[in-house]
T-cell receptor
Framework: KQEVTQIPAALSVPEGENLVLNCSFTDSAIYNLQWFRQDPGKGLTSLLLIQSSQREQTSGRLNASLDKSSGRSTLYIAASQPGDSATYLCAVRRSSGSARQLTFGSGTQLTVLP | GAVVSQHPSWVICKSGTSVKIECRSLDFQATTMFWYRQFPKQSLMLMATSNEGSKATYEQGVEKDKFLINHASLTLSTLTVTSAHPEDSSFYIC???????????FGSGTRLTVV
């Protein structure tokens, strides 16, 4: 059974800092990995999607990497801003099976202090 | 990009009544949609997989008679919480696999409070 772990559970940084969020998964047979952002009381916004054959994806100040063999992904946020404060979730999609649902980590709650 | 619309965004109902939550894919067809439940400060827990034109597949421990799922068209799935009780109060989120089998798009969620 796939298990996804995110470390740290919470992180507080001053504005302007670069930071890294970590995601690890136990079963390397994944189809892709997706990073989401969730604001309090809201749904999920997709940030980056990395296919299993890819090593990284970039969007603006965000960079996500994937090391499938070691079961790890990182989300790098450059020059953090107070508006980046949210919970960040990673999710992996299994590579086989009819359900094809996502398995989520427990999230990292990020607070960027002005 | 792909958009999933979920309504209502919040609902308060009396214990014993039923509540229907709608999830629509606005600009693409979704043969499969997923329903999640999220408790405060916890991650998403998959409840069921909704398949267009067939019965939903429920995760272990989820009561199918309690949480009725209907996926009657390629753009609409509904979750009905029947005979709701206070312990059903939670945040419910739907998602659909985007066009071209790319990523998943999520609705904005529904906050259900049963009093």
């Amino acid at each position: 059974k796939q298990e996804v772990t995110q470390i740290p559970a919470a992180l507080s940084v001053p504005e302007g800092e670069n930071l890294v969020l970590n995601c690890s998964f136990t079963d390397s047979a994944i189809y892709n990995l997706q990073w989401f952002r969730q604001d309090p009381g809201k749904g999920l916004t997709s940030l980056l999607l990395i296919q299993s054959s890819q090593r990284e994806q970039t969007s603006g100040r965000l960079n996500a990497s994937l090391d499938k063999s070691s079961g790890r992904s990182t989300l790098y946020i450059a020059a953090s801003q107070p508006g980046d404060s949210a919970t960040y979730l990673c999710a992996v999609r299994r590579s086989s099976g009819s359900a094809r649902q996502l398995t989520f980590g427990s999230g990292t709650q990020l607070t960027v202090l002005p | 990009g792909a958009v999933v619309s979920q309504h209502p965004s919040w609902v308060i109902c009396k214990s014993g009544t039923s509540v229907k939550i709608e999830c629509r894919s606005l600009d693409f067809q979704a043969t499969t949609m997923f329903w999640y439940r999220q408790f405060p400060k916890q991650s998403l827990m998959l409840m069921a997989t909704s398949n267009e034109g067939s019965k939903a597949t429920y995760e272990q421990g989820v009561e199918k008679d309690k949480f009725l799922i209907n996926h009657a068209s390629l753009t609409l799935s509904t979750l009905t919480v029947t005979s709701a009780h206070p312990e059903d109060s939670s945040f419910y989120i739907c998602s659909a696999r985007g066009p071209n089998d790319y990523g998943y798009t999520f609705g904005s969620g529904t906050r259900l409070t049963v009093v």
